[in-house]
Structure formats: structure tokens, C-alpha cells
């Protein structure tokens, strides 16, 4: 078989409604842990699995053209844009295009990683120049086979919307394209000049719109395989603890129960496996369980007691960043003419994705077949290769599409695929080897899943009357995420996981001191969607705008005034969310302030220029976003309308995080947040009115817009607030007003 072919499904029944959320327009999560130059748009020489145009394109004989991704997407609409890369050079009618997966085999993994990853905002950036070499690879082979049937010079053959063309004949791909397959793969290629695109460049809808639209679409959740049980988790209370005894009688006397057992959980912990026909008896069968739970000798988070415990880390200096930037000597900054020193609390956070988890395993004796959304289906292949002694090449990852992510599915434990083939393994020893899809309900993820470190920041910043900064020394105290994982080699130097500090100083020139503390808390922490920016680009935005306020200068000159010479992008970004939001020229009316903040993440820049003001009497007085004007650069724009949704999103997702009650709270080691009702999102209401994206034009190699329009978006609305009420912001999510 010369492709990869889509899983073999049975039909689903049609969903009941439509949902639309931030939660599941966009997602993703990574460090830039390997920020890795873009390869020179010049075709190199190789054979490598990731440049080989079989593993990538089918074309059926009818034209229809198949070409599939090597991430996974969940809703970023990378699957539409690595499409159109490759169809670009290969010169194929977009409307034959259609779209799928790759799995964990070589051929998929990132080509500057050398891993398979979604995440870090690295798709396009790292595949950019891959997928055009595929699709002219793909190209020249059609064209040679050709020449090769008609006996004629290739140099007089041209191709043209799906077909290729010689002075007496012509043929489409699909009569050429096993012939051509069978051809040598070229080494090198010549790709097209810039201004000859037709499809890089335009705004385009996804290729998988209408199943979105019209429910058709398939997710993780949704799979379906002859014979397959459902089974449901129920986990300790407490992180890591074990089942000290159980009695499951009143469970397995519930109609459609097949089997309960014990299953070894992430970190050593240890749960009870229900396995039935079906998601509902396995959830009533679960609630009939009596669990005695041992957790002595746990650590029990408690948010207040950590509050205190960081806060009081935070007056101490912890492991300098290794950066040189962030060892400065620092004069006594008490005897600077003007002085801010701030503490900064960021909570837990859920991804809080708009599909659960979900991971469907068909365990054999001789392989393992997995269906579900992965962000890292390599390391999960190892891990379930690990688990079940099965050589690596037997593990057999089908990556589906996801209904969000934000980090949740790319854990470094491979946490839920270790579990859910716990439960494939567990059920085989009870006798009873069947497909089993094992199934998160959100409180299962909201109250065990994995979450955004607890964070809080101590600032001492001296300055004088003109707002230059004479020292800042800074203090961060949160968890580390990779710490005891398989990045921690490269990711922790000197003490310090480069994912905390990240995106600190920028882009701003400041003679900066800066040190973190990695507690150890029994809480598991991961990436959340731009990881480390989430906190440190709200506390540079916030005082950099206290700084300009405390100087009386005007936010947007100050901020044009400190940044650093070589950041350009930004300082483009800066100016044209500035221009296109009337902010310099606008008079607004009474109660309504601008806020600003721009930073840069992931190597791609975006600003905000939010316009706000408060609704409300009293208690239920609060801050209402208006307008919401961002300007992104993110170099060469592929899909321009993808862009535009991802910033969107993201916008969304961060303002949920200013929101009343969007937090994890811990008391006694047990998350007190269930569920929505409980964690709040951002609902229709809370929406601006308008959200405009402007793009930078560039022409430069693109960079990632998965995470960059996340980190600006609440210290811009902040700094509105804090115009509107003269009190600043300090912990997330705000205080009453």
C-alpha cells in the first residue's frame, strides 16, 4: 500500500447540537525549548522518510488528491495549511484536495525535530519548506512518468491543474500516479518563486468546514470498532493515592457490566477500570463502586497554604536564569527616584478542551492498534511499546482529529494512553480481549488531569522620572513541567525549566536579575496553551505599562521608547494594531480607556490594542471588552483566514482567564472545580464586539501562530482596567471591582 489510509469506520449517529467555544476553535501547547532556524527555502538532497512524497499524496485515478498531515489538528486548521503548501508546488486543482493523518511512523515526525510533535507553534514553521519540496517532488515524478509513457522529453511536458501537458497529449495525475510512484524519489527540486503562488498567501476555509458544520466530522471521542466496550476510570481523590480495598457487587449487577479491576495510574497512583457495552452503564456501574482509598502519606496541595508558601519563597532568590541577560548586578534599587515592587499570583488552570479524552485500544497478542487525538503519537507509541513488551514497529497509532488541545494531549508520561491500555490489558487477563474506548468525562480531566502550574512572581523594579528602568530583580516560584520527564535533559539547566522564565525581558531593553524556585507539590503541571508567556507576559505588560503611567507618559510612546532596536517585528506589530485601532487619533467616550500590550512568543509578534469599560453597580461591577485590535506578525501568512481564527481564539481563551472563578483551586489535595459550573469559560456575553487581526506582509519564512495570541490579550485589558479604576491587576483571575 503505497498510503496510509484512514481508519475503517462505522457511521455515527449525528451529534444533538453545535457547540462553539474558544475551547474547541483552536489549541495547542509546547516550549520552544527547539527553536530551530526555518530551513533556506532551497531544496536539499536526501531520502529521508519525511521527504518522500508516497507517504504523503495519493492520487486516486478519478484525480481526487489525498494529502495528509503530519500533525494533528485540533482546530488550529493545520491539516488545510500544510495541504495548500503541498498542493502549491504540486500544482493540483484545490477543490480535488482532500485531507487526513499520518501516524507515529518515521515519515510524520517534525523534519527539524526529528520527533512527531503538535506543538510549540512549530507546524508551519518547521514544515513549510518540507511540504513544498513534497509537492514539487511529487510533481517531477508525475511529469517523468509521463514522459517516460509518451516517449517524450520531460523538458516539454508542463503541468496545469491537476494535469500534465505535452505537445500532442495530455493526462491527468490520477492516470499517471502509481506509475510515477514507482520512480525514483528526485533528490533535488526547484520550488516556485513567490510571486508565482496561487494558493500560499489567500485566505482559505478548511477543508473539513462542512463536517464540522454539519456534525460529520470525526473526532477521538467518536470512534467506533466491531465489538469495542466503553470504560470509564475512577481515580483517587487525592493525586497518586491507591484502592485499599473495594466492593464492586452493586456495579457488575448493573446490565451491560462486563468487568472491574485495578489499573496503575500516572505517577504511581492506582485506580478502579469499568468496563461495559457502553459510556452509561459504565458511568452508573462507576457510581456504584465502594472504594477504601489509601492516602496516607500524600502531599494534600492546599491553594492558600501554597499562596503563602510562594509568596514567601518569592523574598528569597532562587536559581539564576542561565541566560547572562538575567545575572545582572543590580544597584540598591531603594534609592532609585521611583520604585514599584509587585507581587503577581497566577492559579492552576484546566485546558479545559472542548472534547474530553478519549483513547480507543485494540490490544492483540502481536500488536496494539490505538485510536485517539495525539500531539505526540511517537512517544506514546514507546510508551505503550514500554508497557505491553511489544517491539516499537507492532504499536500502531491512528491520530484522529481533536475538538481542542491546548498541551492536554501531549503529555510526556503519555499519561492517558498508558491508562487506557491499562484498561486493553487488564480486560485481555479477565478473559475478555475486545477493542475498549476509554473515556474522560470533564470532571475526570477537571478533577486528575494534568494543569497549568501555580504560579506567583515578586518584582523590585528601580526607575527615574523619564521611566528608565536602573535594575529589575525579579522572582518567579512555580512548578517545573519537565522535571522527572524524558525533556528534562534539555530542557532544565542550572535548576532552572526553561518553559518558567520564558518570554521574561522582552522585548524590552532592562538591566534584569532574575531567579526561580521549582517547589515539588503533588499536583501534576504541563504545558497550557504558550506555556511560560501565560504568566510572564501579563507581569512585563502590566509593569511596563505601570512604569509609563508612574512617569506620565503615554503607554504606546513608552513602550516604542524601551524596545529593544533589533525587535522590529514587534515593533511593526506594535504600530500597526496602533493604526488600525484609531488609538493615536480616536476620541472615545466617557467611560472607555485603551489598553496595549505586545509580546513575542514562539518567534511570531502580536499586539493588542483593546478598547474597555466597566459595567455593573457594586459588587457585580466589572470590566466589559469592547473592541479587541491585534496586529500579528508571523512572517509569509499561509492562510491568512487561519491566522485570523487562531488570534481570535486565542484572544477568547485569554480573556476567559480575567474571568470570575476561571481557576483551580486545591483544599486538602482534592480540586474543588468539577466542571463548567463551577470553572468558568467565556460565554457569548462576555465577547467584544469586534475583534480585528491585521497582518504584517511579509515575505520573510513563516513562523507559528498556535500560542502567540494568547499572552497579550489580559495584560492589555488590564491596563485598561487599571485606566478606568487607577488599580492594577496583580492576580489572575481579577479581583471585584
Given at each position: ?60 485515478p478519478d484525480g481526487q488528491t489525498t494529502i495528509l498531515c503530519n500533525r494533528m489538528d485540533m482546530g488550529q486548521g493545520i491539516e488545510t495549511a500544510l495541504a495548500m503548501i503541498c498542493a502549491e508546488e504540486l500544482e493540483v486543482e484545490w477543490s480535488a484536495v482532500r485531507t487526513g493523518f499520518g501516524n507515529q511512523k518515521p515519515a510524520y515526525v517534525d523534519p527539524a525535530m526529528g520527533m512527531h510533535l503538535t506543538g ?489 490594542v483593546v478598547l474597555a469599560t466597566l459595567e455593573g453597580k457594586g459588587k457585580a461591577r466589572r470590566p466589559r471588552l469592547l473592541e479587541v485590535h491585534a496586529g500579528v506578525h508571523c512572517n509569509l501568512c499561509v492562510n491568512p483566514r487561519t491566522v485570523e481564527a487562531q488570534v481570535q481564539g486565542a484572544a477568547l481563551m485569554a480573556l476567559g482567564t480575567t474571568l470570575p472563578n476561571h481557576r483551580i483551586t486545591l483544599k ?70
Amino acid at each position: 500500500m503505497i498510503i496510509d489510509r484512514l481508519p475503517n469506520l462505522a457511521p455515527l449517529g449525528r451529534r444533538h447540537f453545535l457547540v462553539t467555544s474558544v475551547a474547541g476553535l483552536t489549541g495547542l501547547a509546547l516550549s520552544p525549548w527547539q527553536a530551530l532556524a526555518q530551513p533556506e527555502a532551497k531544496a536539499k538532497p536526501g531520502q529521508a522518510p519525511t521527504e518522500q512524497p508516497p507517504a504523503f499524496v495519493h492520487i486516486a485515478p478519478d484525480g481526487q488528491t489525498t494529502i495528509l498531515c503530519n500533525r494533528m489538528d485540533m482546530g488550529q486548521g493545520i491539516e488545510t495549511a500544510l495541504a495548500m503548501i503541498c498542493a502549491e508546488e504540486l500544482e493540483v486543482e484545490w477543490s480535488a484536495v482532500r485531507t487526513g493523518f499520518g501516524n507515529q511512523k518515521p515519515a510524520y515526525v517534525d523534519p527539524a525535530m526529528g520527533m512527531h510533535l503538535t506543538g510549540g507553534s512549530n507546524s508551519i514553521k518547521n514544515s513549510y519548506t518540507q511540504y513544498r519540496e513534497l509537492g514539487a517532488r511529487c510533481r517531477a515524478m508525475l511529469l517523468a512518468a509521463a514522459a517516460q509513457a509518451w516517449g517524450e522529453p520531460v523538458q516539454d511536458l508542463r503541468s496545469e491543474r491537476g494535469r500534465v501537458i505535452g505537445k500532442q497529449r495530455s493526462a491527468g495525475y490520477g492516470e499517471l500516479f502509481e506509475a510515477a510512484m514507482r520512480l525514483p524519489v528526485p533528490e533535488a527540486v526547484t520550488l516556485k518563486p513567490a510571486a508565482q503562488f496561487s494558493l500560499i498567501g489567500k485566505p482559505m476555509g478548511l477543508k473539513v468546514a462542512r463536517a464540522k458544520s454539519d456534525g460529520t466530522q470525526v473526532y477521538g471521542m467518536d470512534i467506533r470498532l466491531p465489538g469495542m466496550k466503553s470504560a470509564v476510570i475512577e481515580r483517587p481523590p487525592v493525586f497518586n493515592g491507591k484502592v485499599a480495598s473495594f466492593d464492586a457487587s452493586a456495579a457488575l449487577a448493573i446490565p451491560g457490566v462486563r468487568a472491574v479491576f485495578k489499573v496503575a495510574l500516572d505517577r504511581g497512583g492506582e485506580g478502579l477500570a469499568v468496563v461495559a457495552d457502553g459510556y452509561w452503564p459504565a458511568q452508573q456501574a462507576r457510581k456504584a463502586l465502594k472504594i477504601q482509598w489509601q492516602l496516607d502519606g500524600l502531599g494534600r496541595a492546599d491553594t492558600d497554604q501554597l499562596r503563602a508558601q510562594y509568596l514567601a519563597l518569592a523574598n528569597t532568590e532562587g536559581a539564576l536564569v542561565p541566560d547572562p541577560r538575567f545575572r545582572k548586578e543590580l544597584p540598591p534599587l531603594a534609592k532609585s527616584p521611583k520604585r514599584i515592587v509587585a507581587d503577581f499570583v497566577f492559579p492552576y488552570l484546566n485546558h479545559a478542551q472542548m472534547e474530553p479524552l478519549a483513547c480507543t485500544v485494540d490490544l492483540q497478542p502481536d500488536a496494539c492498534t490505538l485510536h485517539y487525538a495525539s500531539q505526540m503519537p511517537g512517544v506514546d507509541a514507546g510508551a505503550v511499546a514500554q508497557q505491553t513488551g511489544l517491539p516499537f514497529d507492532k504499536v500502531n497509532i491512528q491520530v484522529q482529529m481533536a475538538g481542542g488541545g491546548f498541551g492536554r494531549r501531549a503529555t510526556p508520561t503519555a499519561e492517558f494512553v498508558r491508562e487506557a491500555v491499562a484498561v486493553a490489558q487488564g480486560l485481555a487477563a479477565a478473559g475478555q480481549r475486545a477493542p475498549v474506548k476509554v473515556i474522560w468525562s470533564r470532571e475526570d480531566d477537571m478533577k486528575a488531569g494534568y494543569y497549568r502550574p501555580f504560579t506567583v512572581h515578586r518584582a523590585e523594579i528601580g526607575f527615574d522620572a523619564q521611566g528608565q528602568v536602573q535594575g529589575w530583580n525579579h522572582r518567579i516560584v512555580s512548578q517545573s513541567i519537565v522535571t522527572g520527564s524524558p525533556f528534562e535533559p534539555f530542557m532544565v539547566k542550572d535548576g532552572v525549566d526553561a518553559t518558567t522564565p520564558e518570554g521574561m525581558g522582552e522585548p524590552y531593553q532592562v538591566p534584569m536579575r532574575l531567579s526561580v524556585h521549582h517547589p515539588k507539590v503533588n499536583v501534576p503541571v504541563l504545558w497550557w496553551r504558550s506555556v511560560g508567556s501565560t504568566h510572564t507576559a501579563y507581569v512585563m505588560e502590566t509593569l511596563i505599562d505601570e512604569i509609563a503611567q508612574a512617569t506620565r507618559q503615554d503607554p504606546v510612546a513608552y513602550r516604542r521608547k524601551m524596545i529593544h532596536p533589533e525587535a522590529k517585528r514587534t515593533l511593526a506589530a506594535l504600530n500597526l494594531a496602533v493604526e488600525r485601532s484609531g488609538y493615536e487619533t480616536r476620541k472615545l467616550a466617557p467611560g472607555q480607556a485603551w489598553g496595549v500590550a505586545v509580546h513575542a512568543s514562539f518567534e511570531s509578534v502580536v499586539a493588542y490594542v483593546v478598547l474597555a469599560t466597566l459595567e455593573g453597580k457594586g459588587k457585580a461591577r466589572r470590566p466589559r471588552l469592547l473592541e479587541v485590535h491585534a496586529g500579528v506578525h508571523c512572517n509569509l501568512c499561509v492562510n491568512p483566514r487561519t491566522v485570523e481564527a487562531q488570534v481570535q481564539g486565542a484572544a477568547l481563551m485569554a480573556l476567559g482567564t480575567t474571568l470570575p472563578n476561571h481557576r483551580i483551586t486545591l483544599k486538602d489535595g482534592r480540586v474543588e472545580q468539577g466542571n463548567f459550573d463551577a470553572y468558568a469559560m467565556p460565554r457569548m456575553a462576555d465577547a467584544p464586539q469586534r475583534v480585528a487581526v491585521h497582518i504584517v506582509p511579509s515575505q520573510d519564512a513563516p513562523t507559528g501562530m498556535g500560542e502567540p495570541g494568547l499572552p497579550p490579550l489580559a495584560p492589555a485589558l488590564a491596563n485598561a482596567v487599571a485606566r478606568l479604576t487607577g488599580r492594577r491587576q496583580r492576580e489572575l483571575p481579577f479581583a471585584p471591582l
